[in-house]
């Protein structure tokens, strides 16, 4: 690739408008292809299905700034080819034409009512359509949401409820054993359905909080520690007091609203600007001032206003609900060559789908389905899916480093967007926690967000499997972001894993190699660049880039090696490198940024300082002869030059302890992480087999 970042239009172009597969407002999530049911269904009776209907009937409840109510689409229905299909256009058009806002044209709620042969256990499904969905990571016409109802006929009691999230990658929000009647909070835009079964009606509790119990019961992540608590459900972010901005979907280039095929469309139809971004790339840094949600009208048994119930056989008839592709802004790093596009896509209709018929395909979280299949022989556990699981960070300079030589991660400020290359489905952050289920096997994953730079890495799936550097992907804002590159061409050895440290803010990165490699980091970093081979030898490469320079003018890692020559050089860089620091720190002279990788030229400072300095510079010394032994293919002798560079470091830390009122804490705290790091790498050195 030519450019060093790609727009999701450039995908889509490059890759075709057409994305198949893609079931929009659907969950699919975990076990074996039919959801672990062991049994067929078939059809509840019309009587016992709008009994059903009648007492499960949900609660809708919307964000104040909704415009996409539920809608009846057998009004815009046309025969087209043979088939009846409603066309994006058309529902638009007509749906907007007869809009107002606190009256909405023609609500509808459909219900389709399913039972397991030879079991007790019914199903009631409530489908509801939208015309049009805007979100941050997906845009297409049509929106259809579903609420499973799991009743047992013989006790007559609600036995589950599965709301469905954004896709089949998306974890469902679930509540097992309810005991009051449905209420769903529909997220603004996206219409994704998050459950609110406690006292406090108008808003998401993902945990239980003084006497309001939780209003999910899904399994929590045992993947990431950070995570270990978190209920494994997508939930409703902006009430949970999180940001997410949207973006504007656009449509032949230009904003959908200003296409001449829809007329009726207008900006305001859309999420308010004050919520909206136009393109994640072009802002510095991630919006800060993002409002939380508000909620406006309700419709259903306990809302503002009623819909009408309509069994879901009187809108079979229709074949299709189509539309011309549309597009948004999704950066992709240009290193990543086989990204993929074909995310974005017109929802597929809901009784040619499998979760319609086989209602336990849409449990996505594993002990709820794992507690039916205890009560009902129709119900199987399924079998375990490969999951994805990672937190998401936002990186900032370090207050312990020195200024522009140390980072921390910190509470990202918006959600963010994953995509993973296999299962082309987006799939947005919920409380900074990315979750993708995902066939085995090894993926690409790639994570956005409005004002950061794009991450991307390799990560093989089997299980539940922690993405990122353990659990966690770290995330940059475009004006602080460097570009470090590692560039296996030419290199002889078999490189697999590639990562990248920073001295305070520790591993950052940790991804499968396959040939050239990149990841943007924060310019105030001071960096350690890893990689391994097939053998699992090790070589480390010291990287500091210019906090003045160019985002897109990368530091590159050139033809890296493993072994203990790799090593025994890296070791000369970095006492180097701390050796000029604790000398420009004591003299009160600056680093102009040409010279830190440390060749050792500085004036020894006197006293405790110079005593550190001067054990640092031997070091430095004995590093350089075990790096030329290495190189001649002597292994006794860098070893024993090795075994220097460790008893010289003993006296470093001596030193260090020594001269700690006489540098600046924040130089001390440089030289005893960095202290640490050589003694690491010292080990792995002298394990080495491979020179």
């Known amino acids: 690739m030519e450019r060093d970042t790609l727009t999701r239009r450039d995908l889509l172009v490059a890759t075709g408008a057409g994305g198949a597969g893609t079931l929009a407002g659907c969950s699919m999530l975990g076990g074996n292809g039919d959801g672990g049911s062991t049994a067929a269904t078939e059809a509840l009776g019309e009587e016992r299905a709008g009994e059903l209907a009648e007492r499960f009937a949900p609660t809708l409840q919307f964000d104040a700034d909704e415009t996409w109510f539920p ?5 815009y229905a046309t025969d087209r080819d043979g088939e009846r299909v409603v ?19 023609s609500p509808t709620v459909f219900y389709n009512g399913r039972r397991y042969r030879d079991s007790p256990l019914e199903v009631v499904q409530f489908w509801w359509y939208s015309a049009f969905d805007q979100f941050t990571t997906n845009f297409h016409w049509h929106d259809w949401e579903a609420l499973h ?16 999230a954004h896709s089949r990658s998306v974890p469902n929000n679930e509540f097992i054993d309810p005991g009051r009647r449905p209420r769903v909070l529909s997220e603004l835009g996206s219409h994704s359905s998050a459950l609110s079964l406690n006292e406090l009606a108008d808003s998401f509790q993902r945990l239980p909080l003084d006497a309001a119990a939780a209003d999910v019961t899904n399994a929590t992540l045992g993947v990431v520690e950070a995570l270990s608590e978190l209920p494994v459900a997508y939930g409703l972010p902006r009430d949970e007091g999180f940001r997410l901005p949207y973006a504007i979907p656009e449509l032949d280039d230009a904003p959908v609203y200003e296409h001449p095929e829809l007329p009726a469309f207008e900006r305001r139809h859309l999420a308010p600007p004050e919520l909206t971004v136009r393109s994640f790339t072009e802002l510095a840094s991630p919006p800060s001032e993002l409002p939380e949600r508000r909620s406006g009208l309700a419709l259903g048994p306990e809302g503002d206003a009623a819909y009408e119930l309509v069994p879901t056989a009187e809108a079979e008839d229709i074949d299709a609900f189509v539309g011309p592709q549309l597009s948004f802004e999704f950066a992709v790093p240009g290193f990543v060559e086989d990204a993929v596009a074909s995310h974005l896509t017109a929802t597929a209709t809901p009784w040619k789908q499998s979760r319609y018929r086989n209602p336990a395909t849409d449990i996505s979280d594993p002990n709820h389905r794992a507690t039916l299949a205890e009560r009902y022989d129709a119900i199987g556990e399924g079998g375990p899916a490969a999951r994805l699981v990672a937190t998401v960070r936002d990186v900032t300079p370090d207050s312990d480093a020195p200024e522009g030589e140390g980072v921390t991660t910190e509470e990202p400020a918006v959600e963010s967007i994953a995509l993973v290359e296999s299962n082309p489905v987006a799939v947005p952050s919920f409380q900074g926690a990315i979750v993708a289920d995902v066939p085995a096997g090894e993926h690409r994953l790639t994570v956005n967000g409005a004002g950061r730079a794009p991450h991307s890495e390799r990560v093989e799936a089997d ?15 475009n004006e602080d972001a460097r570009k470090l590159r590692i560039d296996t061409e030419g290199t002889d050895d078999d490189l697999r894993r590639a990562a990248v440290e920073d001295d305070f803010g520790g591993r950052i990165y940790d991804s499968r190699l396959d040939g050239r490699d990149a990841v943007y980091v924060h310019r105030d970093g001071a960096y350690t660049a890893e990689v391994r081979d097939a053998a699992d030898e090790v070589g480390a490469f010291r990287v500091n880039p210019d906090p003045d320079g160019d985002a897109d003018d990368p530091v590159t890692v050139e033809r890296p090696r493993t072994g203990k020559a790799s090593l025994a050089g890296f070791l000369g860089s970095l006492s180097g490198e701390t050796r000029d620091a604790v000398a420009d720190a004591d003299d009160g002279s600056s680093d102009d940024g040409n010279d830190r990788q440390g060749g ?52 470093v830390g001596e030193a260090l302890s020594s001269a700690r009122e006489n540098v600046p804490g924040a130089t001390a705290n440089a030289v005893d992480r960095r202290l640490e ?11 080495a087999e491979k020179l």
Do not use: C, H, K
């Open 71 to 75: 809608t009846d689409p057998r009004p």
């Open 87 to 105: 066309t994006g256009f058309d529902a638009v058009n007509g749906y907007l034409e007869a809009y107002e806002p606190d009256a909405p044209p």
């Open 149 to 164: 109802v799991f009743v047992d006929g013989e006790t007559d009691t609600a036995q589950l409820y599965v709301a469905s």
């Open 463 to 477: 299980g539940p499997t922690a993405a990122g550097a353990d659990g966690t992907v770290a995330m940059v804002a």
């Open 600 to 651: 050792g030229n500085r004036t020894t400072p006197p006293g405790p300082a110079g005593g550190l300095a001067t054990a640092l510079d031997a070091v430095r010394r004995s590093a350089v002869r075990a790096l030329e032994r290495a190189e001649q293919g002597d292994g006794q002798g860098a070893d024993r030059q090795l075994q220097a560079v460790a008893t010289r470091l003993d006296r």
């Open 677 to 687: 790091q050589l003694q690491r790498r010292t080990e792995q050195a002298l394990d």
